[in-house]
């Protein structure tokens, strides 16, 4: 960009100062390219499982945003991707040269993708960068980390968002509607399981503390946690938890099962369950006239639900994470809806803490003070 850098663009965009009105009448000639415009450049922070199967797979099917640049440690795939995505020589990138993105006009988002432990560093690069980010779930390892992210996103004028797909999903969409309209009534009792067998490595950084900063509950449980809350269309307000273990041989350094309990303003309660030595993968709402369900409730789809009239909830099928980028780019392209703002990755965050010093104090009920924090109305 000629007459504003790229970085100044985009905090310009994210501070307000070019509104919805200008970007959408702004002239070619302001600088960028007819295909910029349109749809922004993200760059892959991370080429693990995530990214490789499902975010560049899903970016081939996106209509705001693409695949323009790569941040990996390893050569061998450097190559492999660069190929298979046609990237150019000059938007690949490593950990230790990653900073140098700050002067790639091919990026405007950077998607965080590591192990939970690198999530705030490589977000506050990237915000220094003058980037957007998407900092994957869980958003970081404690709340602090989490403030850290906002701060600085705030200081340089950049959109944040977690990755909280289910959020751009049409069932959950449809879900919180039945809970605004009060389609079955008024919400009693939310149950929610978010939980799978891990039978892999186990020197996989999802069993060591260190990078991961907790087992089931970082991993699923924020799931569980965010089904409750728009299960009920609240924050809870208070938190109980336990933990359990069957296989402590293997979950030496993180939590295998955890159950919580919590309380809402609205006099409903919610009971969650998340396990990395189990399978589950529902939500049911009960009602004072009805309920409904969603089983599966957040895997990456097909969802399927099911209400108390005798109807089946169905959408057509659409990648979850196309949907969820989209929705980012169009929020700082459009100025739509932030639908997973970091506020929602920190109040998860609260919470996550919360139960950890719940089963700290056997069970104790843990009082939260959370108002609206995160809690998104389009
Ligand atoms: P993964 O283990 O498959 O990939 C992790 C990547 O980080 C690898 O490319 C690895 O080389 C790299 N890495 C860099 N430094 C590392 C280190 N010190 N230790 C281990 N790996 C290191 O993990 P993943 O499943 O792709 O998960 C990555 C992130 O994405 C996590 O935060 C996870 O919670 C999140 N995730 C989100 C979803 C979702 O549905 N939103 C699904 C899967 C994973």
Redesign the pocket.
């Known amino acids: 960009m000629n007459k504003i850098s790229r970085r100044n663009f985009n905090k310009k965009l994210s501070t307000g100062l070019l509104g919805t009105t200008l970007i959408s009448t702004m002239p070619l000639s302001f600088g960028m390219t007819n295909n910029e415009k349109k749809s922004l450049g993200i760059a892959l922070v991370?080429?693990?499982?995530?990214?490789t199967y499902?975010l560049a797979p899903a970016l081939q099917d996106t209509s705001f945003c693409h695949l323009s640049a790569i941040v990996?440690?390893?050569k061998d795939k450097e190559q492999i991707w660069k190929d298979k995505y046609n990237l150019a020589e000059n938007c690949i990138y490593n950990?230790e040269n990653f900073d140098t993105i700050i002067s790639n006009d091919a990026v405007d988002i950077v998607y965080v993708?590591?192990?939970?432990s690198?999530?705030a560093d490589f977000s506050i690069r990237a915000a220094k960068a003058g980037k957007h980010i998407i900092c994957?779930?869980?958003m970081a390892i404690n709340v602090s980390e989490c403030d850290a992210i906002i701060d600085a996103c705030k200081k340089e004028g950049v959109k944040l968002s977690v990755?909280?797909?289910m959020q751009s999903d049409p069932y959950t969409n449809e879900v919180k509607k039945y809970v605004r309209e009060k389609t079955f009534g008024s919400v009693r009792h939310v149950s929610s399981t978010a939980a799978y067998i891990s039978r892999r490595n186990p020197q996989?950084?999802r069993l060591n503390r260190a990078?991961s900063g907790g087992g089931a509950l970082m991993?699923m449980g924020v799931y569980a946690i965010q089904t409750s809350i728009y299960g009920t269309g609240y924050n809870p307000i208070s938190i109980s938890a336990q933990e359990f273990s069957t296989r402590p041989e293997y979950f030496k350094d993180t939590d295998e099962t955890i159950t919580a309990q919590m309380e809402f303003p609205s006099g409903a309660v919610a009971d969650m369950f998340t396990s990395h030595n189990t399978s589950g993968n529902r939500m049911r709402v009960s009602c004072d006239k009805g309920w409904f369900d969603l089983e599966p409730a957040h895997s990456?789809g097909p969802i399927s639900g099911r209400t108390s009239n005798g109807n089946t909830i169905y959408f057509p099928h659409k990648s979850q994470q196309a949907l969820q980028m989209d929705d980012f780019a169009k929020h700082i392209l459009l100025g739509t809806a932030n639908v997973a703002p970091g506020e929602m990755g920190k109040r998860d965050m609260i919470i996550v803490e919360a139960i950890y010093k719940s089963i700290a104090e056997n069970g104790k009920k843990q009082l939260l003070d959370l108002g609206s924090m995160g809690i998104v109305t389009k």
């Open positions: 991370g080429l693990g499982s995530y990214s499902q990996t440690g390893s950990y993708v590591l192990p939970n690198m999530h994957e779930k869980p990755g909280y797909r996989q950084w990078l991993n990456y």
